[in-house]
């Protein structure tokens, strides 16, 4: 079977075709992979920078932890899902029975797994995966988009987390990658009354502008920018930062108003520093973090929006390429791209 594996804790990626084809144990499907989608994190393994490494892989392993596909087969005890059914994947494994599983947060669970890292994953022509990270989709939501609602539901966690659910909100996302631009898309969905996007990349920066947002570069008086929107409230309501650039979140802090709140999900290679005193205390600004969605209500949020048509998540895509071209799509994740689709059925 052709399969995208990381062999060993170094930099780089192996395209195989003699990986060993998976079965569907107890508990378990069988997934024909219609199209697996890479994010940053996929560059982080390419590179096995240290963040990388700090996922602890168990290598080796097939890479990928966002896709989609049809069911081929169902193992031993697997109720609720049949051989045809379109599924999407959450790529978060968890253990059910630890603390937070057990009271609601099942987001942050203790011994958590994640597909493409602990287990093989979706860069592959098929993979077997425990059922219960199998989400159906409608007959309304293609294949393509099943494989964008992981990422995308970083986004709708953002959102959440952000408390972002009265119409009328001013909001500011710095870093315009993928869930970036989805984090703008939903905010706008919901009403906000302003959305700056602050983003380097030029290609980036007409894909936010294209949505309707107020583009700013870095370089820009991002701060000012935001109070003279916000008028008399001295700042925007809510911040996503989503870049994993080290040193934004001053600008971030100062562009918000007294008691707003600031969402980080980028993941910065560094320890940020953060005035506390300035901030938190005095300012009073509500810092949260994100990783990955919340199980399971992030997913029936987003799917009834993705559904109802409230919101779109096929322009996101903008490469297809065949696994065969890993290295490739990898590359394409720093240039003029969104979001980059391996599907197994292209071929070179």
Request: hydrophobic share 45%.
């Amino acid at each position: 079977m052709l399969a995208v594996v990381k062999s060993s804790p170094e930099r780089g990626i192996e395209v195989r075709t003699d990986w060993p084809e998976p079965q569907a144990g107890p508990g378990q499907v069988l997934l024909e992979v219609a199209a697996a989608s890479l994010c940053g994190t996929d560059r982080e393994l390419y590179e096995w920078t240290p963040s990388a490494q700090a996922f602890g892989l168990n290598l080796p392993v097939v890479l990928g932890h966002e896709g989609s596909g049809t069911i081929l087969e169902v193992g031993d005890g697997v109720e609720g899902l049949q051989a045809g059914d379109r599924v999407a994947l959450e790529s978060h494994l968890i253990c059910g029975h630890c603390w937070a599983c057990r009271t609601g947060n099942a987001h942050t669970c203790e011994n958590t797994r994640i597909l493409g890292m602990h287990i093989d994953g979706v860069f592959a022509e098929r993979v077997a995966v425990p059922a219960e990270i199998c989400v159906k989709l409608p007959d309304s939501v293609s294949l393509e988009v099943g494989a964008l609602l992981e990422s995308a539901g970083v986004a709708m966690h953002s959102v959440q987390r952000s408390g972002l659910a009265v119409a009328g909100q001013s909001v500011l996302v710095n870093g315009c990658g993928p869930v970036g631009l989805a984090i703008a898309q939903l905010s706008m969905t919901l009403g906000a009354a302003h959305v700056v996007a602050v983003e380097p990349n030029p290609y980036r920066r007409k894909q936010a502008e294209a949505l309707g947002a107020t583009v700013l570069e870095p370089t820009d008086p991002v701060v000012d920018a935001c109070r003279d929107l916000a008028g008399g409230r001295g700042g925007f309501d809510v911040a996503f930062e989503v870049s994993g650039v080290r040193g934004v979140l001053p600008t971030l802090f100062e562009s918000l108003r007294r008691e707003a709140t600031l969402v980080t999900v980028g993941h910065p290679s560094e320890p940020a520093p953060i005035d506390i005193a300035a901030y938190i205390n005095k300012k009073q600004v509500t810092l949260r973090g994100i990783f990955g969605r919340r199980i399971w209500d992030t997913w029936e949020q987003l799917m009834l929006l993705v559904e109802s048509g409230k919101v779109d998540l096929s322009w996101l895509v903008s490469h297809r390429l065949p696994l065969s071209d890993a290295d490739q799509a990898i590359d394409l994740l720093t240039g003029e791209a969104n979001k980059v689709l391996l599907v197994p059925s292209l071929t070179s």
